[in-house]
């Protein structure tokens, strides 16, 4: 047990700080639209450019092939640096990269792993449908096979980056005939086909807003050698493309909520109570409220740490449910109290992704990636041994 | 590199001390009798005192040089978490850090007689907490936990610490406790002319650490037991551990001593690597810890259901020790007072 860092490791963290400063965007992410899409983009091929795209990613897929503790420091760094996040590239690089790594066949990586790397392609993702949602197996999309395509009939939604996305990793069922988990195929979707429609739902924060949408497939059809992996074996190579997000993934996320700790307590030192006596810091639950969440965050790095030594590599297994509904648990709380600072000043939403924006965002936090009681029922489930029951 | 995963070695340490407990003290010693006489008699952990010592952990990080085992806090941390576990009368988390303060460099001319019969278990040693905190050591009173066969007490203020003999507190009384298996006394500290005083900050922030390590160890032993039920209990036909709002309990329960044990951990870390914000992840530690533990141990008796709460299960016991080690080395509201103003560990690279 130690948590000391090499001469070696020291040297790599000053590397990163030291491109990072120099090269990340100095102006703000444009939160819609095309313009969001090219930013994202453009940051990307940047960091392409630099040797830095795929940092999980191994040597021989073009990635930089960092160590674990690697991946730790650059995304401590990227935080600490206000690099903005990987939003439209997210899911190529966390998601549909790994996949196609580990399950994927030499077509398909040698085509689009150098695009997803050097900011040439979006992705989205096509897993939750209207009537399948935390029950994933349940999906209904329907494929099938005609020739050497796929013919897919259905819809998905909650689709983020839909709208902006060139390729989609979509689950479709191939098989009705037994276990729901079975018949599932991985397939890689064109969004460009004849037959997609993509309606872009506003979310709850902004009418403009248009995190995510619901995609409509007529008769699309995709050819059978986009399948990623064994046709009807899906279920499991899903599994795994949900596991690589709850690994690493998280860290900037992570460390950019500790410094929102930090940065709300600066606020509630400026901001006068509600009865005009003292500051807001010195308000008994406030201050109770920022100091709790100061520790919760030191709690989640912690863990986060012992998680990485436990894994050893970059899939954490159904431990990482622990971190990630921790986390989501405390960074909503800690958004709550940062509208419970602004005072009346949260009834105002701000423009420019401030702190009523992100207030708003973060009633997804316990839904996006699973929700927090499919979180739970895989730690009492698969951590713990408890009986599978009804749901 | 960073590595919160135990050594061999220390699974070693591990193993051997948790045998010896599962083998000596289980949890079941504690399970109150009906004959409350047989109560106060139930105690046997000073009785192990002098085995525990053999073990060799009530010195265990006390460097070779100073006649210690020569471990680190690290593994006295681990050994805590176990005592936590086992509901370990507080006596022995008292004598681990006494050993410590007694074995300073300016403590030398009775050092060393003085530090080996506390390891070897030959003296015991009780700690105390203020009953009001005013910051006053002499003069105020204080309650003893556990004290009654102990020959010296253990008082940690905020930013001192120190070791009170038996002759120097005055209007000693025993008083009933809420915790059934221990004694409770409250008494005025006279004077500190026969203490032995440390005002060495890192015996508080180890002080803390190791009721950190005990608290993680109520609320591990908490979830434990519910699990254990859960998987056996039936109703409705079925173990009622199937049931979500039942499972989703447990999965808190996990993650909150999950959450506190890396914490802890990572806080007994950065104050072996003596990193400057040591202070800061030892008073998150003791929050986060005692939160889990005394929110598992009353999430544990609501999954008994009725024999949760009866005096013949032990469920209780875990929420009286966990308030206990709460109040031990600086309470939750006192560490989140002083956490608010701390400098952020963010401002150190």
């Known amino acids: 047990m130690h948590i000391e860092f090499t001469a070696q490791e020291q040297d790599f963290r000053a590397e990163v700080r030291d491109w990072l400063l120099a090269h990340r965007p100095k102006e703000q992410r444009p939160y819609s639209g095309q313009a969001m899409r090219e930013f994202d983009l453009a940051w990307q091929r940047t960091q392409f450019e630099g040797g830095w795209a795929g940092i999980s990613w191994p040597r021989e897929f073009g990635g930089r092939g960092a160590s674990l503790m690697e991946q730790l420091i650059w995304h401590e760094e990227y935080a600490r640096a206000r690099a903005p996040r990987a939003g439209a590239c997210f899911v190529g690089l966390s998601h549909a990269g790994p996949t196609l790594i580990a399950h994927g066949s030499q077509e398909q990586r040698a085509f689009h792993l150098p695009r997803i790397l050097d900011g040439r392609t979006v992705w989205c993702q096509g897993f939750s449908e209207p009537g399948a949602g935390s029950d994933l197996a349940a999906l209904s999309t329907r494929a099938i096979v005609d020739g050497d395509h796929l013919v897919v009939t259905g819809s998905k939604i909650w689709t983020s980056y839909a709208s902006h996305a060139d390729f989609q990793e979509l689950l479709v069922r191939t098989d009705s005939g037994g276990r729901k988990q079975d018949g599932i195929s991985w397939v890689i979707c064109d969004m460009k086909l004849p037959g997609i429609e993509v309606r872009p739902i506003a979310t709850m924060i902004a009418p403009d807003d248009h995190h995510f949408a619901q995609v409509f497939y007529n008769d699309v059809r995709i050819p059978i050698s986009n399948v990623v992996g064994e046709f009807n074996h899906g279920w499991a190579i899903a599994n795994s493309t949900l596991g690589f997000e709850r690994g690493t993934g998280f860290i900037a996320d992570q460390i950019q909520n500790s410094e929102l700790v930090e940065q709300l307590i600066v606020l509630a030192r400026e901001r006068r109570s509600g009865d005009g006596q003292g500051c807001m810091a010195d308000d008994g639950d406030i201050g109770s409220r920022l100091a709790m969440l100061r520790a919760e965050m030191a709690a989640v790095r912690a863990m986060t740490y012992a998680t990485i030594s436990r894994a050893g590599h970059g899939n954490p297994g159904p431990e990482g449910s622990l971190v990630k509904l921790f986390f989501s648990e405390a960074s909503q709380r800690l958004r709550r109290l940062s509208a419970d600072i602004l005072g009346a000043e949260v009834l105002e939403l701000s423009a420019d992704e401030g702190l009523t924006f992100a207030y708003l965002r973060s009633f997804a936090a316990t839904i996006g990636g699973g929700t927090s009681d499919v979180q739970r029922n895989i730690i009492s489930e698969r951590v713990l041994g408890l009986p599978r029951g009804a749901r | ?349």
């Not at chain 2, 440390?198 to 803390?208: P, Q």
């Open chain 2, 1 to 349: 590199m960073i590595d919160l995963q135990p050594s061999s070695e220390q699974v070693q340490i591990i193993d051997s001390v948790a045998g010896f407990l599962a083998d000596r003290l289980p949890v079941e010693r504690l399970v109150a009798t009906q004959d409350a006489n047989a109560e106060a008699e139930a105690n046997q952990d000073y009785t192990a005192l002098s085995e525990i010592g053999e073990l060799g952990v009530l010195g265990l990080g006390l460097s070779e040089e100073q006649g210690g085992v020569g471990y680190s806090l690290v593994e006295e941390v681990l050994v805590a978490r176990e005592f936590g576990r086992f509901l370990v009368s507080p006596g022995i988390i008292a004598t681990m850090l006494a050993v410590h303060l007694v074995a300073r460099p300016n403590e030398q001319a009775v050092a060393a007689e003085f530090a080996q019969s506390l390891q070897t278990g030959s003296i015991a040693v009780a700690p105390a907490v203020a009953v009001t905190s005013d910051g006053n050591l002499t003069g105020s009173e204080f309650y003893i936990l556990d004290g009654a066969p102990a020959d010296w007490v253990l008082v940690v203020a905020e930013s001192s610490a120190c070791l009170v003999p038996r002759a120097d507190w005055k209007e000693r009384r025993a008083i009933v406790a809420i915790d059934p298996s221990v004694t409770l006394e409250r008494a005025q500290l006279g004077n500190l002319n026969g203490s032995h005083h440390c005002s060495d900050a890192s015996l508080v922030r180890r002080a803390r650490l190791l009721a950190s390590a005990y608290l993680v160890g109520i609320a591990e032993a908490a979830q434990e037991s519910s699990v254990a039920y859960v998987k056996i209990r039936e109703q409705f036909g079925q173990p009622i551990g199937a049931f979500q709002s039942v499972k989703h309990r447990c999965a808190d329960m996990l993650t909150r001593s999950s959450a506190a044990w890396s914490l802890t951990l990572f806080a007994a870390l950065s104050e072996e690597s003596r990193s400057s914000d040591a202070g800061f992840q030892v008073m998150a530690a003791k929050i986060i810890a005692s939160d889990a533990a005394s929110r598992n141990a009353a999430v544990n008796i609501q999954n008994h259901g009725g024999i949760g709460f009866t005096r013949e299960h032990h469920a209780h016991l875990f929420v009286k020790r966990a308030h206990m080690f709460d109040l031990i080395a600086g309470s939750s509201a006192l560490l989140k007072k002083r956490l608010l103003s701390a400098d952020s560990p963010l401002r150190v690279t």
